[in-house]
C-alpha cells in the first residue's frame, strides 16, 4: 500500500480492534476455512457494487473511521469514507484490497472485496 489517507493505529488498540471486530461480526467455524472476516460474516450482508457504496449516506456522516486492511493485518484511523472511497477507486487492476470499514462504535462495517464487490452489515 503505497499512499493511504489515513494513520495506522499502535499495536496494542489494533489487537483490541481486531478482535472486538471478529466477535462482533466473524463466524469463526467459516474464518478456519474461508480466510478473510468478509467471506466469514454470521450475518447476511447487503451486497454493492462500488458505485452504490461510494452513494451510501450514513458512512458520510462519521467523521473518523477506521480501515482494518486484512491483507496486511492494519488499522488505520480514516477521516472521511469520501478519502477511502477515492483510494479503493485509484487502485491499479492488480492491487487487490480486501478491507473493512467501519466506525468506532461497530454498529455497521462495510467490507471491500478483491472480487470487486462491496459488502455491508447493519447500514
Not at 82 to 105: G, M, Q, R, S
Amino acid at each position: 500500500m503505497d499512499f493511504f489517507p489515513g494513520v495506522r493505529v499502535n499495536e496494542q488498540k489494533e489487537r483490541i480492534i481486531i478482535n472486538q471486530l471478529k466477535k462482533k461480526f466473524v463466524d469463526y467455524d467459516l474464518l478456519s476455512t474461508r480466510i478473510l472476516f468478509w467471506n466469514s460474516f454470521k450475518f447476511k450482508p447487503q451486497k454493492y457494487t462500488l458505485e452504490q457504496a461510494k452513494q451510501l449516506k450514513q458512512p458520510h456522516l462519521v467523521k473518523n473511521l477506521y480501515f482494518y486492511n486484512e491483507r496486511e493485518r492494519r488499522v488505520y484511523k480514516v477521516e472521511s469514507y469520501t478519502a477511502i472511497c477515492d483510494y479503493i477507486e485509484k487502485l491499479e487492476p492488480w492491487e487487490n484490497v480486501d478491507a473493512l470499514v467501519f466506525k468506532e462504535d461497530m454498529s455497521w462495517v462495510i467490507a471491500f472485496t478483491h472480487e470487486d464487490i462491496v459488502l455491508s452489515i447493519g447500514l
